[in-house]
Nanobody, 124 residues
Framework: QVQLVESGGGLVQAGGSLRLSCAAS????????MAWFRQAPGKEREFVAG????????YYVESVKGRFTISRDNAKNTVYLQMNSLKPEDTAVYYC?????????????????WGQGTQVTVSS
């Protein structure tokens, strides 16, 4: 069983940066594919970025490529999302998630562990 706790959200001006962290408890973290999703008001939850359990493969939604970077530190049971050049359209609640699948998937229904979410607000 894996429990996830996000931190690092907040209010930032357009063009600014934030770094989200997701601390995991449980011994299986290093074997899980990890991902960040986000959900804006009135919209469906959206895949943002995913990283393999080894950390050597990452996928991103097109709208954040070149601006966001996902990484993980299995020794610290933590996954990160570095967000640069933030835009107002990045405003959402960001969720950390984990999947026991062996490859990165983009569907939220395939992730069986979720954090409580952290709010990111980007002002124009």
């Amino acid at each position: 069983q894996v429990q996830l706790v996000e931190s690092g959200g907040g209010l930032v001006q357009a063009g600014g940066s934030l770094r989200l962290s997701c601390a995991a408890s449980g011994r299986d973290f290093s074997t899980y594919v990890m991902a960040w999703f986000r959900q804006a008001p009135g919209k469906e939850r959206e895949f943002v970025a995913g990283i393999s359990w080894t950390g050597d493969t990452a996928y991103y939604v097109e709208s954040v490529k070149g601006r966001f970077t996902i990484s993980r530190d299995n020794a610290k049971n933590t996954v990160y999302l570095q967000m640069n050049s933030l835009k107002p359209e990045d405003t959402a609640v960001y969720y950390c998630s984990g999947s026991s699948r062996r490859s990165i998937v983009r569907s939220s229904s395939l992730y069986n562990h979720w954090g409580q979410g952290t709010q990111v607000t980007v002002s124009s």
